[in-house]
């Protein structure tokens, strides 16, 4: 059973990062670009949200994945079409990225009836079965039983595709994501099971709620495949992703894939980040995945700083096309309340 793991992180602060060098030629100039387009895409996507929540365009809940960019663009490009994503309530950037109109998930962190869930569900409840993106779940932990749900679907319908589950580290002190990996592997169920390790569950660090802090060793409870991966680096979450995906493919079932990333935002849009260092946010903003592409790319000569900037004055243009979208569209309807509801006729207190 190949279990590995990374030892020895700190038990203080949020997981150090580590650089390891693979095979970057692995990837083509295309690859290299399209990681460039993503997370420069979910990058100003989600700094455009933030003004905005400023200005009180958006209100509500509202948590910016700035920072964590490379999980989403890394494991995208390692998958299939077909294959089913889930994740926590920070959910702007999957669907972006898969190909969700920017202008649909906007109108949907303004609440409008133009928006992925017609206005109803905000910025935790994006959704779009059109790209296999089945939400944006605000209860903490409860997506990872439903990822295993839609894998298991997945091999009982025959299909080869799986599911990516992402969750954040808080997730993984709910008891949900320990049954949920129980019956996965104990059924080979096609599924990555993805933490995204930012340090810290809002205001508390991984190392205030657990002894064990290196969270990629959790799946040896349950001899599941595991290891952590840098999520600061784009080929690195891509080859672990793809590796996980061959293992899910052929009937081997689930992988535990712990991605040490970081949020450089606070927790969600009022956060004084008591719980956290400048120096230690910018040590972080050093291994930026963006800045990353953006030296490889230029290093390699796939492309200019004049063509890079040129696809960053189209994001640009795309961003202010998703705002006016919003901006433009309606409300919905107060005759629309109470549609689109999950009723059960027959439960006690409806009934009495
Ligand atoms: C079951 C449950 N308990 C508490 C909360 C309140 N809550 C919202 S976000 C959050 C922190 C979760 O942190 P983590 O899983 O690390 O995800 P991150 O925000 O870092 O992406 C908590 C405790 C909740 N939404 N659901
Ligand atoms: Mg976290």
Redesign the pocket.
Known sequence: MATSTTKGSSKKGPTTNRKTNTTKSKFSKETYLKWFEDMMLMRRFEEKSGQLYGQQKIRGFC?LYIG?EACAAGAISALQKEDKWIT???DHAHPLALGTDPGKIMAELYGKETGTTKGKGGSMHIFDKDVNFIGGH?????QVPLGAGIAFAEKYNGTKNLCMCH??????R?GAFHEALNLAMTWKLPVIFVI???????G?S?SRTSNVTDLSVLGAAYEMPSRAVDGMNVEEVHLAVEEAAKRARSGEGPTLLEFRTY?YKG??MSDPQKYRTKEEVEEYKQQDPIEQVRSTILKKKYATEEALSQIEAAIKVKIKEAVEFAENSNYPDPSEALTDIYEQKDFPILTE
């Open positions: 948590h964590q926590a309530y920070r605000g209860i903490v932990g409860a969750m954040g580290d808080g997730a993984v709910q995204e390790n930012n340090g810290y569950a809002m508390t991984v949020r927790h969600s």
